[in-house]
C-alpha cells in the first residue's frame, strides 16, 4: 500500500513539472510606460520636445533621416519551451516634430502594421576566379621576390641599404 502510494505521488510530481515546462514565458521589452505618463498622452501642438523629455523620458530610438521623429517602442513575446519565441503584442509611438521643436504628430503603429522583409542572401560576383583553400595556402610557393631578399632593391619609406638608396 505504500509502495502505491509511492508511485502515485512520483507520478503525479512528474506530471505537474511536465505540465509547468509548458507554460509559456512572457517577457516585456522596450519602453515600459507608467500609468501617469503614456506615449498616446502626447498632445500635437501642445508639447515640446522639453515636455515629452521630462513625461515619456528618453525615447527608444530616433529617426535615421527624420532626426526630429522620436520612436518609444514596446513589445511583449512569449515563449513556449524549446520554441521560437513569438511576438505577441508590439506598440509603437512616433511623435513627430516641427523646426520650432513642437508636437506636430503623434502616431501609433501595432503588431499589424508590420511588414515581413526578405533578406537577399546573393553576393555581388568578382572578377577572375574562386581559388580553393590549398591553392590560396600553397599558391606562393616558388613565387618568393628574390630581389627583396637580397636588400638589392630601393623600396619607399623601407629600410633596404641597396645601391642608389643613399646609405
Request: aromatic share 6%; proline share 5%.
Amino acid at each position: 500500500m505504500v509502495a502505491r502510494t509511492v508511485k502515485l505521488l512520483l507520478c503525479s510530481s512528474a506530471l505537474a513539472l511536465g505540465l509547468t515546462a509548458c507554460n509559456p514565458t512572457l517577457r516585456n521589452h522596450g519602453y515600459v510606460s507608467s500609468e501617469k505618463a503614456k506615449p498616446q498622452q502626447v498632445e500635437p501642438s501642445v508639447d515640446t520636445k522639453a515636455t515629452v523629455l521630462a513625461r515619456l523620458g528618453n525615447p527608444s530610438t530616433k529617426g535615421t533621416f527624420e532626426l526630429d521623429t522620436w520612436y518609444y517602442i514596446s513589445s511583449t513575446r512569449e515563449r513556449l519551451a524549446y520554441l521560437r519565441p513569438v511576438n505577441q503584442e508590439r506598440q509603437i509611438t512616433a511623435v513627430v516634430f516641427n523646426e520650432d521643436g513642437q508636437v506636430q504628430a503623434v502616431a501609433e503603429y501595432g503588431l499589424d502594421d508590420g511588414r515581413i522583409v526578405n533578406f537577399v542572401g546573393r553576393e555581388t560576383p568578382t572578377r577572375g576566379r574562386e581559388l580553393s583553400v590549398l591553392e590560396q595556402i600553397f599558391g606562393t610557393v616558388g613565387r618568393l621576390p628574390t630581389d627583396r631578399l637580397t636588400g638589392q632593391q630601393n623600396i619607399p619609406g623601407g629600410g633596404t641599404t641597396g645601391p642608389g638608396s643613399g646609405r
